[in-house]
T-cell receptor
Framework: GEKVEQHESTLSVREGDSAVINCTYT??????FPWYKQEAGKSLHFVID?????DRKQSQRLTVLLDKKAKRFSLHITATQPEDSAIYFC??????????FGSGTRLLVSP | EAAVTQSPRNKVAVTGGKVTLSCNQT?????MYWYRQDTGHGLRLIHY???????EKGDIPDGYKASRPSQENFSLILELATPSQTSVYFC??????????????FGEGSKLTVL
């Protein structure tokens, strides 16, 4: 079955810098790649996604890049702010009902 | 606003006891999911459902059962709880249609401690 690996367990940046979180997946049939954010002590909420028919998607300060050949996708956050501090989860789905998550990256944005 | 409600939010159980975690969604979504979150493992899929009456095994179904009696409700059942099932459990509903996976909406989580 699909396995999603999130390479950075922790990422520390200074406020205003950019942050990049990388994920890889194993199932070539995966076609949907969402990202979720979990703030301390809270639940997860959706932040951005990308489908396999495009290789880039941007929403304000967030950009997702998808490299289908390498089976790799990444979340780029520009001009980081303290409120960006959270655990970010990448996930993959092959278009069916099952959504498989990575292990999470804790992003710390310091002033 | 999507609404997924879990109960109980906190539960302490004894080894060998039965635990039922309940989830209710008011989004009218067909798809529902149960995940557990453990440090170092992220979110792991236990069971999911694509409609009332259906339950499917996820990646770590052993020791868990699921029940989807209606569109709105999806329960996770631990018949014989063990300390290894101590975790935070998240329910989610999904707005995907058919083969088009959509966004997941998560509940607030249920913290289960098995002594």
């Amino acid at each position: 079955g699909e396995k999603v690996e999130q390479h950075e367990s922790t990422l520390s940046v200074r406020e205003g810098d950019s942050a990049v979180i990388n994920c890889t997946y194993t199932d070539t049939a995966s076609s949907y790649f969402p990202w979720y954010k979990q703030e301390a002590g809270k639940s997860l909420h959706f932040v951005i996604d990308i489908r396999s028919n495009v290789d880039r998607k941007q929403s304000q300060r967030l950009t997702v890049l998808l490299d289908k050949k390498a089976k790799r996708f990444s979340l780029h956050i520009t001009a980081t702010q303290p409120e960006d501090s959270a655990i970010y989860f990448c996930a993959a789905s092959n278009g069916g009902y099952k959504v498989v998550f990575g292990s999470g990256t804790r992003l710390l944005v310091s002033p | 606003e999507a609404a997924v409600t879990q109960s109980p939010r906190n539960k302490v159980a004894v080894t060998g006891g039965k635990v039922t975690l309940s989830c209710n969604q008011t989004n009218n979504h067909n798809n529902m999911y149960w995940y557990r979150q453990d440090t170092g493992h992220g979110l792991r899929l236990i069971h999911y459902s694509y409609g009332a009456g259906s339950t499917e095994k996820g990646d770590i179904p052993d020791g868990y059962k699921a029940s989807r009696p209606s569109q709105e409700n999806f329960s996770l059942i631990l018949e014989l709880a063990t300390p290894s099932q101590t975790s935070v459990y998240f329910c989610a509903s999904g707005d995907g249609l058919g083969a088009n996976t959509g966004q997941l909406y998560f509940g607030e989580g249920s913290k289960l401690t098995v002594l």
